[in-house]
């Protein structure tokens, strides 16, 4: 490990985390180099896709870097046609429940098929 005069600034630590984890820094978000998906990534669109099997559109990204923390999920749904959104939401929140337990965060983007 580097040492700079006895001690790391956060910055320093922040920039290692990042290369240790196999991550690209882009305008203060950290994405992903892979490709794949993570396991996470894959249970969570499973359940998605059961539970929402008319979804036209699901995406699920983990926005943690892969260790599993926090998630993205964008879905469009004829299901949640009619719904507002704070209720589109409870719809995926009550579908992960238990995968939500284990996180620090979601991000939740929801709309319906323009007809």
């Known amino acids: 490990m580097l ?3 006895g001690s790391l600034t956060n910055t ?5 985390r990042v290369l240790r984890c196999n991550q690209v820094v ?3 978000q950290v ?3 892979l490709s794949t998906q993570t396991e996470g990534e894959i249970r969570i669109v499973k359940i998605l896709k059961e539970k929402f099997p008319l979804a036209s559109s699901l995406k699920v990204v983990d926005i943690s870097g892969g ?5 993205e999920i964008h879905i ?5 046609k009619g719904k507002r959104t704070v209720q589109q939401h409870q719809l995926v929140n ?3 429940k238990e995968e939500i337990q284990g996180m620090h965060g979601l991000r939740i983007f929801t709309d319906f098929p323009k007809d």
């Open 3 to 5: 040492v700079c005069k």
């Open 12 to 16: 320093m630590l922040s920039a290692l």
């Open 26 to 28: 882009f305008s203060a």
């Open 31 to 33: 994405q992903r180099c």
């Open 67 to 71: 260790c599993g923390a926090m998630y």
């Open 76 to 80: 469009e749904s004829s299901e949640f």
């Open 94 to 96: 009550q579908a992960l």
